[in-house]
Nanobody, 116 residues
Framework: VQLQAFGGGLVQAGGSLRLSCATS????????MGWYRQAPGQQRELVAT???????NYADSVKGRFTISMDNAKNTVYLQMNGLKPEDTAVYYC???????????WGQGTQVTVSS
């Protein structure tokens, strides 16, 4: 299973970015997909997750600004990020969780830098 994240970059505060995570080699039923981020010196933290049925969960810090979506046919997950803040600066990682058995697969990460 491979996950490839795209769409990171440098943006000014208040700007927008759209991250995509393409997958290959998935032969199992997906339970959920998600985005996590890790800032320098910090632990990796949840940004947003989405189940195969469309249920979503967001970190409080991004609610109302970020939107996660998933294309079930393509096994691709997206993260629309609006109103970006300098504190959103981090490496963003996508993951996929298999339904059964439960395994978690990670992509390589994409850098998002928000300048003030």
């Amino acid at each position: 299973v491979q996950l490839q994240a795209f769409g990171g970059g440098l943006v000014q505060a208040g700007g927008s970015l759209r991250l995509s995570c393409a997958t290959s080699g998935i032969t199992f039923k997906i339970s959920s997909m998600g985005w996590y981020r890790q800032a320098p010196g910090q632990q990796r933290e949840l940004v947003a997750t989405i189940t195969s049925g469309g249920g979503t969960n967001y970190a409080d810090s991004v609610k109302g600004r970020f939107t996660i979506s998933m294309d079930n046919a393509k096994n691709t997950v997206y993260l629309q990020m609006n109103g970006l803040k300098p504190e959103d600066t981090a490496v963003y990682y996508c993951n996929v969780v298999s339904l059964y058995p439960r395994n978690v697969y990670w992509g390589q990460g994409t850098q998002v830098t928000v300048s003030s």
